[in-house]
């Protein structure tokens, strides 16, 4: 059998109800309904339409997801993204518009000890100034 080493891809026209496994790289583009366990990459597709719990090592989402998501390493949510439910990566980068509703819990991926700290990934170009909080003047 020949080796497979694309993006397996399904579909905005793809509806499915039950869990999905996957190895490698998958893209989504469709509508789910159930549980989501992967080692790989998985991608939520702008037409994509999640409805339950999502594990895998590495996701990026650009779609809507309703569901609890656990990352092992990045997790990417897109400027025009809609995620509600709970949220546990090594990494998390939240872009300017994206919609999050629910907790996050950022976790260090490595046991290095108990000093170790959630990394912190920012995407501004150019940082705005800090403003006091109830009208405090500077």
Do not use: W, Y
């Not at 059998?1 to 993006?7: F, Q, R, Y």
């Not at 594990?55 to 809609?82: A, D, M, P």
């Amino acid at each position: 059998m020949a080796e497979h080493s694309g993006k397996d891809v399904l579909s905005s026209d793809v509806e499915i109800k039950g869990s999905i496994k996957f190895q490698k790289e998958l893209l989504i583009d469709g509508k789910v309904e159930g549980e989501i366990h992967s080692d790989g990459a998985l991608t939520i597709g702008e037409n994509a339409d999640i409805r339950g719990e999502i594990k895998t090592k590495s996701i990026t989402v650009f779609g809507k997801v309703q569901g609890n998501i656990t990352v092992g390493e990045r997790c990417e949510l897109k400027s025009r993204c809609t995620l509600q439910g709970d949220l546990k990566a090594a990494r998390l980068v939240i872009e300017e518009g994206a919609t999050f509703v629910g907790k996050s819990e950022v976790t260090s991926g490595k046991a290095t000890g108990s000093n170790s700290r959630p990394e912190l990934v920012r995407n501004d170009e150019s940082p705005a100034p800090v403003k006091a909080a109830f009208g405090a003047r500077a």
